[in-house]
């Protein structure tokens, strides 16, 4: 399975409060990006349907927990979230106070790839599976971007975010989590 990612530059500092609750685009919908990928609206209609408790990390870290999303939907923009640092732990206060500085201003997601069609050498992302939401430093662009894992270390720290995370969700059924692969 290979993990993905997008960030947003998301005008995080605008809309959070002294509580930790902000509101704002962690995907953007109808945007090529510089590895011409490009999300499509209603990508995530069936995570969105499966009622997942979606996380918030710190920098796509999933050891690195920040706080909690409420609450997601689809407009005709993107993918809008509202959420919660939790302000007890001490990664979530420096995140409030890069947030409330400018320096953090992006939402980024964490997704794999369900099903996909390339129109000129486009490749248009029509079904993703959401797996996290992370503050980031570095938004790719004021839209949106894919990045791609590009260091072992990366890929196999992901890796093992995702086979956590999906023991979690499917539990120790022995049953293994259906899931797709795509490589570029």
């Known amino acids: 399975m290979n993990y993905h990612y997008t ?4 005008l ?3 809309s959070i409060n002294e509580e930790g609750f902000f509101k704002g685009y962690a995907s953007v919908f109808n945007v090529k990006d510089s590895h011409n990928d490009l999300i499509m609206p209603g990508a995530f209609t069936d995570s969105l349907k499966m009622n997942l408790n979606i996380k918030l990390l710190w920098q796509h870290d999933q050891k690195e927990p920040i706080g909690i999303i409420n609450k997601m939907s689809q407009d005709e923009k993107g993918l809008l979230v509202e959420g919660r640092l939790l302000l007890d732990l001490n990664r979530a206060r420096e995140a409030y106070s890069l947030i409330t ?3 953090i201003k992006g939402l980024s997601i964490g997704y794999t790839i369900v099903d996909y ?3 000129k050498q486009t490749r248009y992302l029509t079904k993703l599976n959401l797996i996290e939401i992370s503050l980031v ?7 949106a971007e894919i990045n791609y894992i590009k260091s072992e270390d990366d890929y196999l720290r992901l890796k093992q975010s995702l086979e956590r995370a999906n023991r979690i ?3 120790d059924t022995g049953i293994e989590p259906v899931t797709s692969t795509m490589s570029t």
Do not use: D
């Open 7 to 10: 960030a947003h530059n998301s």
């Open 12 to 14: 995080l500092q605008k």
């Open 101 to 103: 500085n400018q320096i």
């Open 117 to 119: 069609f390339i129109e």
């Open 137 to 143: 430093t570095f938004p790719a662009n004021k839209y």
């Open 169 to 171: 969700l499917v539990g």
